[in-house]
C-alpha cells in the first residue's frame, strides 16, 4: 500500500503523526486514497448520501449510485458500477452517467 505514496508524502505523515497532527495526517491520507484509486464510496451512515470520488473528483449532483462485484472464488469476479449525476454547468440540468462493466459483467 506504501508503493502509492512518495518518499516525501511518507515523511510528512511520519513528522505530522509525531508532532500529534492526526487531523492534518487524516486529511493527507484521504486525499491519498481519493486520488489513488479509480472509484472511491464513502458512505459514513446507512441514511447519508454518499460521497462518491471518481479519478479523484467528487461527482456532485448524484442521482443514482450502483455498484455489483461478484465472484465463485478468491479471484477477481465481474464488476458493474453505475453513477447517475446531474450537470448544471450549464445553466440547465443534463443527466450524465459514468457507467463500466468488467468481465463477467461486460456484454459481447
Do not use: C
Request: glycine residues 6%.
Amino acid at each position: 500500500m506504501l508503493d502509492k505514496y512518495t518518499p516525501q508524502q511518507i515523511e510528512t505523515v511520519r513528522q505530522l503523526a509525531e508532532e500529534g497532527k492526526l487531523k492534518e495526517v487524516t486529511e493527507i491520507v484521504k486525499q491519498a486514497l481519493i486520488n489513488n484509486n479509480l472509484l472511491v464510496v464513502v458512505l459514513e451512515e446507512e441514511n447519508s448520501v454518499p460521497k462518491v470520488f471518481y479519478k479523484g473528483k467528487e461527482i456532485k449532483h448524484k442521482l443514482s449510485v450502483l455498484l455489483d462485484w461478484e465472484t465463485d472464488t478468491d479471484t477477481y469476479g465481474g464488476l458493474s458500477y453505475s453513477i447517475e449525476h446531474a450537470d448544471l454547468s450549464k445553466g440547465y440540468s443534463v443527466t450524465n452517467r459514468i457507467d463500466r462493466k468488467v468481465k463477467g459483467h461486460a456484454s459481447n
